[in-house]
Nanobody, 127 residues
């Protein structure tokens, strides 16, 4: 089981930036998918972005393309989500998740594909 510890988040004005971090431990393979999801009040959890720990391939939801950037630091076992040009509709609790690469379809960003989850962190975009 992979343990995921999140940091970052908070309150930011529209147009501002935030960076989320997801530190992982307990990897049993070099081939994992690490993804970010978010859930706004009253809405279903939705996929935001995903990265492969093996080759660094990245995937984004259409709603965040061009504004969010996912990256990894394999030496630190940490994945980052840089969020720029934030909008009020980005307000949500953000979760990172992990699973073995062969068990997921990274581009689909389906929450049900992922077994291990972080605790969530609030991101609020408001003036």
């Amino acid at each position: 089981q992979v343990q995921l510890v999140q940091s970052g988040g908070g309150l930011v004005q529209p147009g501002g930036s935030l960076r989320l971090s997801c530190a992982a431990s307990g990897f049993t393979s070099d081939y994992y998918a690490i993804a970010w999801f978010r859930q706004a009040p009253g809405k279903e959890r939705e996929g935001v972005s995903c990265i492969s720990t093996s080759d660094g391939s990245t995937y984004y939801a259409d709603s965040v393309k061009g504004r969010f950037t996912i990256s990894r630091d394999n030496a630190k076992n940490t994945v980052y989500l840089q969020m720029d040009s934030l909008k009020p509709e980005d307000t949500a609790v953000y979760y990172c998740a992990a699973d073995l690469l062969w068990k997921v379809v990274p581009g689909l960003l389906r929450p049900s594909d992922y077994e291990d989850w972080g605790h969530g962190t609030q991101v609020t975009v408001s003036s």
